[in-house]
């Protein structure tokens, strides 16, 4: 059985009842959810810098004993070639071999040098990393006392939260798909998560614009959905003015 309009705006207003409540639960925890969250993604990126850093000295390491085992094998053909010099038959094959024991002793020059360059980038990388790990350390305490902050918070309200969301998947089944994402829209277009109000004192709930007499008359009637014309929000209704009672003035008694 299809329902009325009105039964429609009372699901729909029922469920914006729900929402807002969950709203407020949220917003008692404030900007920490963000903070949390920040502080989670500075770390992850500290952490890559760290393992960048250790790469680096890892590949500083490596190439120092590869250019170690360059100046071994360079000693080695040294001594070779010394040993040939003694045994030369011509100024010629003396010649050659000097220039192979000079090439050999520029390589292990260069190879010192650039063992030297490597040793200075891998003390630069160990500071950097001993800072970056101290800052780390930092960040990670706080972020520790902001989830333990957090968690507090949440553990105070979780059974209302988790009650309210029970009742919102309750709620969300008695409205219409087609209504539900034209509510999901307005929600999110919201600064204060209101998309169904009611009018309030001649007004919008939602934006406080005046409501015509003749329009608040249309959504008393609940025959059809109407929005504010200056919003968009859906007026589930108009809220009745309590009227307070006139106190009664007390006559006064005219002196005998």
Same mark, same amino acid.
């Given at each position: 059985m299809e329902s009325t309009v009105a039964q429609k705006l009372e699901a729909i207003h029922n469920l914006q009842l729900i929402d807002s409540r969950l709203d407020a639960l949220i917003k008692v925890r404030g900007a920490l959810p963000e903070e949390v969250q920040d502080l989670e993604d500075e770390i992850a990126g500290y952490e890559t810098r760290l393992e960048k850093f250790k790469a680096e000295i890892e590949a500083y390491e490596?190439?120092?004993?590869?250019?170690?085992?360059?100046?071994?094998?360079?000693e080695k053909l040294i001594k070779?070639?010394?040993?040939?010099?003694?045994?030369?038959?011509? @100024?010629?094959?003396?010649?050659?071999? &000097?220039?192979?024991?000079? +090439?050999?002793?520029?390589?292990?020059?260069?190879?010192?040098?650039?063992?030297?360059?490597?040793?200075?980038?891998?003390?630069?990388?160990?500071?950097?990393?001993?800072? +970056? &790990?101290?800052?780390?350390?930092?960040?990670?305490?706080?972020?520790?006392?902001? @989830?333990?902050? +957090?968690? &507090?918070?949440i553990s105070e309200s979780e059974s209302e939260e988790a009650k309210l969301n029970a009742d919102r998947e309750k709620a969300l089944k008695k409205v219409e798909d087609r209504l539900v994402k034209s509510y999901n829209k307005i929600r999110a277009n919201a600064k204060n998560g209101l998309a169904v109000v009611l009018v309030k004192r001649g007004a919008c709930g939602g934006c406080f614009n005046t409501v015509p007499p003749q329009r608040q008359a249309d959504i008393r009637e609940k025959k059809k959905l109407i929005v504010c014309e200056h919003c968009g929000r859906i007026l589930a209704g108009v809220e009745d003015e309590i009227e307070e009672p006139t106190p009664v003035k007390k006559k006064r008694s005219k002196a005998s």
């Open positions: 490596e190439e120092i004993k590869q250019l170690k085992d360059s100046i071994k094998e360079s070779k070639y010394q040993e040939q010099q003694m045994n030369v038959r011509n @100024n010629r094959e003396y010649d050659a071999i &000097t220039k192979e024991l000079e +090439l050999q002793d520029l390589e292990i020059q260069v190879s010192k040098k650039k063992i030297a360059e490597a040793g200075v980038k891998i003390d630069q990388k160990k500071v950097d990393l001993e800072e +970056l &790990t101290a800052v780390m350390k930092d960040r990670q305490k706080d972020l520790d006392q902001k @989830n333990s902050e +957090l968690s &507090t918070i």
